[in-house]
T-cell receptor
Framework: SAVISQKPSRDICQRGTSLTIQCQVDSQVTMMFWYRQQPGQSLTLIATANQGSEATYESGFVIDKFPISRPNLTFSTLTVSNMSPEDSSIYLC?????????FGAGTRLSVL | QKEVEQNSGPLSVPEGAIASLNCTYSDRGSQSFFWYRQYSGKSPELIMSIYSNGDKEDGRFTAQLNKASQYVSLLIRDSQPSDSATYLCAVNAGDVGGADGLTFGKGTHLIIQP
């Protein structure tokens, strides 16, 4: 498996601001993924981040709102931009090892 | 549109009994299937993965896959109160060993009654 560290674990933000979430993994991985879990809902894939290339976004998610960086094989960031209360959610990063996806502890975001 | 359907429950099972969780998926080309367990306020943790038709057993857990029916199930034998959680069915449409994101069902909330 993999040890995944995600920061911050939670935050409360004001409408219109941006938050950058960091994801660090203890081994080199090709693929990292970002998911959103809205209150009482299941996980929805936001984007796939492959080191050295642009992130691939799922339908309904755009780069201007959720810019992603993937500077190396152990690290990625997701920024939630120009936040609104509808962005209140848990954001999880995930890494793929041997066809299994492992999840970080998540970032619980509340937007006021 | 890839879809994964689960009964949201709650599913209530007496301690020691067998819990049966079901999942159907829409993308016939799906290759990899997973069951995750998620405790309240925690991130998902992998319980089982299955890639071929038939049964796969791991301790008290058995995953069953029927690609013709587009159906995946998870059986939990000798259910324990600690099994009480939400169980998420997840499907990867890519090739086994590929690197696609997962499509999750909404999850089944399982309650094991002592």
């Amino acid at each position: 498996s993999a040890v995944i560290s995600q920061k911050p674990s939670r935050d409360i933000c004001q409408r219109g601001t941006s938050l950058t979430i960091q994801c660090q993994v203890d081994s080199q991985v090709t693929m990292m993924f970002w998911y959103r879990q809205q209150p009482g809902q299941s996980l929805t894939l936001i984007a796939t981040a492959n080191q050295g290339s642009e992130a691939t976004y799922e339908s309904g998610f755009v780069i201007d709102k959720f810019p992603i960086s993937r500077p190396n094989l152990t690290f990625s960031t997701l920024t939630v931009s120009n936040m609104s209360p509808e962005d209140s959610s848990i954001y999880l990063c995930s890494v793929e090892l041997w066809n299994i996806q492992y999840f970080g502890a998540g970032t619980r975001l509340s937007v006021l | 549109q890839k879809e994964v359907e689960q009964n949201s429950g709650p599913l209530s099972v007496p301690e020691g009994a067998i819990a049966s969780l079901n999942c159907t998926y829409s993308d016939r080309g799906s290759q990899s299937f997973f069951w995750y367990r998620q405790y309240s306020g925690k991130s998902p943790e992998l319980i089982m993965s299955i890639y071929s038709n038939g049964d796969k057993e791991d301790g008290r857990f058995t995953a069953q896959l029927n690609k013709a029916s587009q159906y995946v199930s998870l059986l939990i034998r000798d259910s324990q109160p600690s099994d009480s959680a939400t169980y998420l069915c997840a499907v990867n449409a890519g090739d086994v060993g590929g690197a696609d994101g997962l499509t999750f069902g909404k999850g089944t909330h399982l309650i094991i009654q002592p």
